[in-house]
């Protein structure tokens, strides 16, 4: 499902970064006295698949700051929790019925997971939060998170350590998505969950090969496109970020983490990076 085709094939940008592919982009230029560094992540990755780049410790020894998107802390994961749950006395249930019973038949015949245990567990988070957890869990084994492991990385080789955004600023994108919109597209993830597996699984391939244009369409796969969340949880925040990431490069050299699909696009920040005259190269994974 090619998402978004019909947009990112008239933007100059599209041509310029499909030439360019990586994960790791180094930022010179615009009046900046060292090069800094921007990598797109994944929010987890199959623990036999990870994949950490070689020469990620030099770059991070050649920087004295790092940023990801938001804080890693008890704080932090009560706030995102909240903004993954439905509201006390409502859950898939209420939202929607039909929802509900298509769900927790798929979880017993995919998963293994028993009714009591899904409706414990899973059945109080919002439609978006259960279309990750299906994929995560259909893994069948555990997961690394790369914004936890860069972290670790960065405080190992004693950078100063800071995130891009508050968690309620996220959480408050993630709210954006319309209810209706969220049940729909869970629905369809059901629906069509062996295909959206199979193109999990080139998502982890591709990573590595910073296929970005394939890797933005598969993010948005479970979003249906939808203009509103699109537009809340990528473009907006991009803009926002990238004051405080101009700010910390004119500081002193930064090394920059978020997810890769807030690199591609028009609103992206490679694309908010080159407009704002910085000059912009691949920096090959080993």
């Keep these: 499902m090619r998402l978004l085709a019909s ?10 970064s499909a030439a360019q592919n990586s994960i ?23 623990e036999k698949e990870y994949y950490m780049p070689t020469n990620i410790q030099p770059l991070l020894r050649s920087c004295e700051q790092f940023a990801i998107e938001d804080r890693v802390d008890h704080h932090a994961q009560h706030e995102l929790n909240k903004a993954l749950h439905f509201p006390k006395g409502q859950s898939l249930a209420t939202a929607s019925p039909e929802v509900y019973a298509k769900t927790q038949a798929f979880f017993a015949r995919e998963l ?35 914004d936890m492991e860069l972290l670790k990385m960065a405080k190992a080789n004693k950078l100063k350590t800071y995130s891009l955004e508050t968690i309620e600023r996220e959480a408050q994108a993630l709210n954006a998505y319309p209810m209706a919109d969220q049940l ?12 959206l597996k199979d193109e999990f699984k080139k998502l982890m391939a591709d990573y ?24 809340e949880f990528y473009t907006k925040r991009n803009a926002e970020w990238m004051e405080k990431i101009k700010k910390m490069m004119a500081q002193s050299p930064s090394f920059i983490a978020v997810g ?27």
């Design 260 to 286: 890769v699909s807030h690199l591609e696009g028009e609103g992206g920040l490679l694309a908010l990076l080159k407009k704002e005259g910085y000059t912009l190269e691949t920096v090959p994974v080993e």
């Design 7 to 16: 947009v990112v094939s008239v933007l100059a940008f599209t041509s310029w």
């Design 208 to 231: 590595p090969k910073g296929e970005l244009e394939e890797i933005f369409q598969y993010t948005l796969h479970p979003i249906e496109n939808n203009p509103v969340f699109v537009n």
């Design 112 to 146: 293994a997971i028993p009714q009591a245990t899904f409706d414990a567990r899973y059945a109080k988070l919002k439609p978006l939060a259960i279309s990750m957890t299906m994929i995560r869990l259909s893994l069948g084994e555990g997961v690394k998170f790369y």
């Design 24 to 46: 790791i982009w180094k930022i010179t230029g615009n009046g900046l006295k060292e090069p800094s560094y921007v990598m797109g992540t994944l929010k987890f990755i199959g």
């Design 184 to 195: 729909t597209a869970l629905s369809h993830s059901i629906e069509n969950f062996a295909a």
